[in-house]
């Protein structure tokens, strides 16, 4: 079946640094999503996107699709405390457009 | 217009016992995903159901577990004689349909802790 995997599994920054965590599927998508869980959270939605090789912001974020449309990234520039929590990438494909979330990959902002 | 509503919050139960987890859905959406999170871990998909179907139950557990999604009310992640191993974090999710780029809609989630 498909596999999403995120990676780094956690991070620790220190706030103003930037951050960066990549996502890789075994499989072609059709779409991919970020989203973002806050500690003792539920996950919240950011960001999808469709087109091989599109790219992305918001703000200090920063997303990517890659060509083959298997791997994504989201990139953080100077992070905030405010940008602690877990994103999830979820990657979409397969005949009822099943939806395989990522490992996740946990921040933490050293003030 | 409201998001996805799960209920109860917080369920404590005793090993042995049945845990019901609800899910309402967002209003005009068809379709209901259930996720577990184990304590620092990710979201593993369990079942995906639209309105009285079971479209995809592959992460489900064999045993113990069922979820349902009845014609009117909410969808019922049902679990039976409950261990602590099922202690966990259920979110429910839901969108509009699912046949590509459709956003999934997190509830609250329903931490669950077993005795």
């Known amino acids: 079946g498909q596999q999403v995997m995120q990676i780094p599994q956690y991070q620790h920054v220190q706030e103003g640094e930037d951050f960066t965590t990549y996502c890789n599927s075994s499989?072609?998508?059709?779409?991919i999503q970020w989203y973002k869980q806050r500690p003792g959270g539920h996950p919240v939605f950011l960001i999808q996107l469709v087109k091989s090789g599109e790219v992305k912001k918001q703000k200090r974020l920063t997303f990517q699709f890659g060509e083959a449309k298997k791997n994504s990234s989201l990139h953080i520039t100077a992070t905030q405390t405010t940008d602690v929590g877990t994103y999830f990438c979820a990657g979409q494909s397969g005949g009822y457009q099943k939806v395989t979330f990522g490992t996740g990959t946990k921040l933490q902002v050293i003030p | 217009n409201a998001g996805v509503m799960q209920n109860p919050r917080h369920l404590v139960r005793r090993r042995g016992q049945e845990a019901r987890l609800r899910c309402s859905p967002m209003?005009?959406?068809?379709?209901v995903y259930w996720y577990r999170q184990l304590p620092e871990e990710g979201l593993k998909f369990m079942v995906y159901l639209q309105k009285e179907n079971i479209i995809d139950e592959s992460g489900m557990p064999k045993e113990r577990f069922s979820a349902e999604f009845p014609k009117e009310g909410p969808s019922i992640l049902r679990i039976q004689q409950v261990v602590r191993g099922d202690s966990a974090a259920y979110f429910c999710?839901?969108?509009?349909?699912?046949?590509?780029?459709?956003?999934?809609?997190f509830g609250p989630g329903t931490r669950l802790l077993v005795l």
């Open positions: 209003k005009g959406h068809s379709h």
């Open positions: 499989t072609t998508l059709s779409n």
């Open positions: 999710a839901s969108s509009p349909e699912s046949r590509g780029g459709e956003t999934q809609y």
